[in-house]
């Protein structure tokens, strides 16, 4: 089975989480994550964190520290995802892989049907 390294955000605003909900017709489409996306070979950790959000939402972040990283099996792909803190800088919102966003208190994060992969992080939060 096929192993892809993503990297996500956990990123923050004045205390609040952002999520965002995947459009249906996406892999994983309906679940809400922590945006970022797959590492690219001539990319660091970081370096493809800022990308992918940027293309993704059309945001800016500054980029804390690794929070750590989970390995979760699917029924095609293994997705092995690596979390930063982030601070919300500025975002226009444009979304192409989302069809919905929300700044979320962490305790309420349980009642969003959140992706897999990301649930690990919950405990950390």
């Known amino acids: 089975m096929k192993t892809v390294k993503v990297v996500c955000g956990i990123i923050q605003k004045d205390g609040k989480i952002f999520i965002a909900r995947r459009k249906p017709e996406k892999s994983m489409g309906g679940y809400w994550e922590f945006p970022g996306g797959k590492i690219e070979k001539s990319e660091d950790e970081e370096q493809a964190l800022k990308r992918e959000l940027k293309e993704e939402l059309g945001m800016a972040v500054l980029v804390g520290k690794r929070i750590g990283q989970n390995t979760h099996k699917y029924e095609t792909i293994t997705i092995e995802l690596i979390a930063y803190e982030c601070e919300f800088i500025s ?18 994060l349980i009642n ?14």
Do not use: G, K
Not at 91 to 108: K, R
């Open 91 to 108: 975002a226009s919102f444009q979304l192409t892989d989302h069809d919905e966003y929300n700044f979320v208190n962490p305790e309420n």
């Open 112 to 125: 969003f049907n959140i992706a897999p992969a990301d649930m690990f992080f919950l405990d950390i939060l």
